[in-house]
């Protein structure tokens, strides 16, 4: 769709695992919380998302300021 020229399976793996630690780093932690605190099954699950929101936002931005991630590989930012 116009976004640039051909994508590799390597570019498009490194894309989704940088995504993916994030999250599941912050899935985690938010699960162990939700689970020492009691809290029920609704609140864990909206900690944990919340959580993996903001872990996946510094993981992202720590990529594109190495100059990784699909963002600056498919130039998307400057």
């Known amino acids: 769709m116009g976004h640039g020229g051909?994508?590799?399976w390597g570019t498009a793996a490194r894309a989704t695992l940088h995504c993916l630690t994030g999250c599941a780093i912050g899935?985690?932690?938010g699960?162990?919380?939700?689970t020492a605190?009691?809290?029920s099954n609704a609140a864990t699950i909206v900690a944990a998302l919340?959580?993996?929101f903001?872990?996946?936002t510094p993981v992202n931005r720590w990529m594109i300021g190495r100059g990784m991630g699909h963002a600056v590989v498919h130039q998307y930012h400057h």
Do not use: D, K, R, Y
Request: no cysteine; charged share 5%.
């Open 31 to 34: 699960m162990v919380i939700g």
């Open 27 to 29: 899935e985690v932690l």
């Open 37 to 39: 605190f009691g809290w």
């Open 50 to 52: 919340v959580i993996a």
């Open 54 to 56: 903001v872990f996946t």
């Open 6 to 8: 051909p994508v590799s």
